[in-house]
C-alpha cells in the first residue's frame, strides 16, 4: 500500500474541506500535510447520498484525474470542487452538504494493458482491482474498481460499459485502434457525512 490510513483520513478531510468550501463560495482552510501530498498522483472524490442503498441512485458526483498531473493535494482539491459540478447533476447546493458521504480514491499512474490480442483483454483485468481507461481517438471512459464489484459486472461487461461510456460501441474494446489501460486505488470514506474516515475494501 502506497498510502496508510492516516493518509487517508487526511485525503478525505481535505476533499471534504474543499468541497464545502466551493459550495458555500468561502475560502478554503489550509492543511499541513506531508510529503507524499507534494507528489504528483491522480485521484478521485465520490460523493454519495447518506442513507441511500441503491447504486444508481446514490451517486451525487464523481470527478477525478486519473493522470499524475497534479500533487496529490492539488488533485483531491480539484477534484472535489469537480463533483460539486459533476455535468450529470446539478450542481450541489448548500442544503445538501450534511447529507453528502465523501470518498476518495488515491491511484496508481494508469499502465497500457499489454495482450497479443485483443480479445485476451478481459483475462488481464483484476475485477475489484483495476480501474480502467478506455480510449479511442478522442474519445475516452474511465471506470475506477469499485465500479465492476458494485454492478456485479464480468470483465468482459466491465470492458463494454467502460466502451458506452466513452461514447463507443460496446465492443469497442476488440478494436486494435483501442487503448485499455489500467490502475489501482486505495479508496478511503466517510462513515457518515462528515464523520469517521475509513480504508475501503472492495470484496
Known amino acids: 500500500m502506497r498510502y496508510t490510513d492516516p493518509d487517508g483520513v487526511l485525503a478525505v478531510q481535505i476533499a471534504r474541506e474543499a468541497l464545502e468550501a466551493f459550495v458555500e463560495g468561502r475560502k478554503m482552510r489550509s492543511f499541513v500535510v506531508p510529503k507524499s501530498f507534494e507528489e504528483k498522483a491522480g485521484a478521485f472524490v465520490t460523493l454519495n447520498k ?3 442503498e441503491e447504486t444508481y441512485e446514490k451517486l451525487r458526483g464523481c470527478i477525478g484525474y486519473p493522470e499524475p498531473f497534479f500533487p496529490l493535494l492539488k488533485s483531491v482539491v480539484k477534484s472535489a470542487e469537480g463533483a460539486a459540478e459533476d455535468p450529470r447533476f446539478p450542481p450541489l447546493r448548500p442544503e445538501e452538504l450534511p447529507r453528502i458521504v465523501v470518498e476518495v480514491s488515491l491511484l496508481t499512474p494508469p499502465e497500457p494493458v499489454e495482450v497479443k490480442k485483443q480479445r485476451d483483454l478481459p483475462k488481464e483485468i483484476r475485477l475489484g482491482v483495476d480501474g480502467i481507461v478506455v480510449a479511442q481517438g478522442p474519445y475516452r471512459g474511465l471506470f475506477l474498481p469499485q465500479v465492476a ?26 478494436d486494435e485502434a483501442t487503448r485499455v489501460k489500467r490502475f489501482q486505488s486505495e479508496i478511503f470514506e466517510e462513515v457518515e457525512p462528515r464523520g469517521a474516515v475509513v480504508r475501503r475494501t472492495l470484496a
Open 149 to 174: 464489484t458494485e454492478h456485479h459486472m464480468d470483465a468482459e461487461t466491465y470492458l463494454s460499459e467502460c466502451c458506452v461510456k466513452a461514447g463507443l460501441m460496446p465492443d469497442a474494446w476488440l
Open 50 to 52: 447518506h442513507g441511500v
